[in-house]
């Protein structure tokens, strides 16, 4: 279990909860885009052990009502299991974040009834999701296997794109739409450049155009929505 951050109080990763947030490193996508780069190998620097986040959350209990477990990706730490249950003896909900691609851990943290809402981002549509993921060989029908389960196992999810120019087109998100038919909610979120970020110089979309994004998949998921993005 390797701690590479830990966010103490946080009203805006776990949707309608106070929660606190702990992001595990190691990652198997390289997402260009992605804001979290210094978590992405091995040789991401631990920052706090398991026993001293359980030790806050302990103490805070009172006052929060869940955490959200991000990364990196935590489907990849062996110990993740272990940190979930520690969580829950605290009596707090647990949100996971995931690129989708272990569906065998999430089927099983799901099957046990240790995740309270799960949120799996959707890096582009099939036939582009290598490209976008930075992982040339990527398995698109684990990604399938991972969104049909959330789509049918009754937990609470969401599904979610960030938007960025360059990489991202209107057939992609007419594709993702058709993906993810029947699907409860589903945000698009647009690129922010940052200090953290993998392969700087990307850009985001116009308000407009991220709207024309999620009119093209309202057709096949029941709420679409803009995160972070000013009306």
């Not at 947030?21 to 979290?36: A, D």
């Not at 582009?128 to 698109?140: F, I, K």
């Not at 029908?141 to 990489?167: K, M, N």
Request: proline share 4%; charged share 25%; hydrophobic share 35%.
């Amino acid at each position: 279990m390797k701690i590479c951050g830990f966010q103490k109080t946080t009203l805006l990763d776990y949707p309608g909860h106070v929660a606190a947030t702990i992001f595990l490193g190691l990652c198997n996508f390289r997402c260009p885009f992605c804001h979290n780069s210094e978590l992405l190998t091995e040789d991401a620097e631990e920052l706090f052990s398991a026993e001293e986040v359980l030790s806050v959350l302990r103490k805070r209990s009172s006052l929060l009502e869940g955490v959200c477990i991000t990364g990196g990706e935590p489907t990849l730490s062996p110990d993740l299991r272990d940190l979930i249950l520690e969580i829950r003896k605290l009596g707090l909900l647990v949100k996971l974040d995931t690129n989708g691609y272990r569906p065998d851990v999430i089927k099983t943290l799901c099957r046990d009834g240790l995740l309270d809402y799960i949120a799996m981002d959707i890096k582009s549509s099939p036939e582009n999701y290598g490209m976008v993921a930075g992982a040339p060989g990527v398995r698109t029908d684990i990604i399938s296997e991972s969104i049909s389960y959330l789509i049918s196992c009754g937990i609470p999810c969401e599904f979610r794109t960030t938007a960025v120019r360059g990489l991202h087109t209107e057939e992609d998100f007419s594709s993702i739409g058709r993906w993810l038919q029947g699907a409860d909610r589903y945000f698009i979120q647009n690129y922010v450049e940052s200090d953290q970020v993998l392969y700087p110089g990307f850009s985001g979309f116009s308000k407009e155009e991220l709207s024309g994004f999620a009119d093209l998949v309202r057709p096949y998921v029941k709420e679409v929505s803009l995160r972070g993005v000013d009306y």
